[in-house]
C-alpha cells in the first residue's frame, strides 16, 4: 500500500512534468502575471483532475486569480 506522502510526491512529479512540457501555457501565464489581467478575479473550475489540468489551475492562480477547484467525477479523479 502506498503511503500519502508517496501520493503526493507522484502527483508533483507529474505537475512537474507538464510544467515542463508546456511552453505555450507558461508563456501565457507569465503575460497574465505581468499585466495583472486576473488579479483579484475569482474563477471556479470543475474538471477531471490529472497532471495537465492542475497545471492549468496553478497557471491561473499564479497569473493572480482567486481559484475554486474540484474535481468534475469522483469515481475517476
Do not use: F
Amino acid at each position: 500500500m502506498m503511503k500519502k506522502q508517496e501520493v503526493v510526491a507522484q502527483g508533483k512529479e507529474k505537475i512537474a512534468w507538464a510544467r515542463a512540457h508546456m511552453p505555450v501555457l507558461a508563456q501565457v501565464t507569465c503575460e497574465l502575471a505581468s499585466s495583472g489581467a486576473l488579479s483579484g478575479l475569482r474563477v471556479a473550475m470543475s474538471i477531471h483532475l490529472e497532471a495537465k489540468t492542475a497545471r492549468l489551475a496553478l497557471a491561473l492562480k499564479e497569473a493572480g486569480a482567486e481559484l475554486a477547484v474540484s474535481s468534475s467525477n469522483p469515481l475517476s479523479t
